[in-house]
């Protein structure tokens, strides 16, 4: 049986705030430690029947960029529910959200400028 793993690294502040993350995984098609700026992470807890999360950004994560992260991320959900469940319904509110919400991040972009 093949095994694949993802590593997380995180390199704190002295206040254990995230300074930088890093990522790897056996199946990345770019070799070697990734930085990146946010992770989030859910794990299903079948014993106790609910979601483990770990949600980490670093300091120098911006506002707007941690917005979009997590309306993307929305959307995939989106995705990744209708190909899991066949729920169409809820698959489809979970997008138009993410629409409107990107709707709204665009506008609040337009209006810092």
């Known amino acids: 049986m093949k095994k694949?793993?993802?590593?997380?690294?995180?390199?704190?502040?002295?206040?254990?705030?995230?300074?930088?993350?890093?990522?790897?995984?056996t199946d990345?098609?770019?070799e070697g430690i990734e930085d990146t700026r946010a992770i989030a992470v859910a794990v299903?807890?079948?014993?106790?029947?609910?979601?483990?999360?770990?949600?980490?950004?670093?300091?120098d994560m911006e506002v707007f960029d941690m917005k979009r992260f997590y309306i993307e991320t929305?959307?995939?959900?989106?995705?990744?529910?209708?190909?899991a469940t066949n729920d169409k319904k809820m698959a489809d509110n979970i997008e138009a959200l993410?629409?409107?919400?990107?709707?709204d991040l665009e506008a609040e972009i337009k209006a810092a400028e």
């Not at 694949?4 to 206040?15: A, G, H, K, M, P």
């Not at 929305?74 to 190909?83: E, V, Y």
């Not at 993410?98 to 709707?103: D, E, F, P, R, V």
């Open 4 to 25: 694949s793993e993802i590593n997380f690294t995180v390199d704190l502040d002295n206040q254990n705030v995230p300074d930088k993350i890093h990522w790897s995984a």
């Open 28 to 30: 990345n098609p770019n």
């Open 44 to 59: 299903w807890d079948h014993y106790h029947r609910g979601t483990l999360k770990i949600d980490l950004w670093t300091k």
């Open 74 to 83: 929305m959307s995939g959900i989106a995705d990744t529910l209708l190909t």
């Open 98 to 103: 993410c629409q409107q919400l990107s709707k």
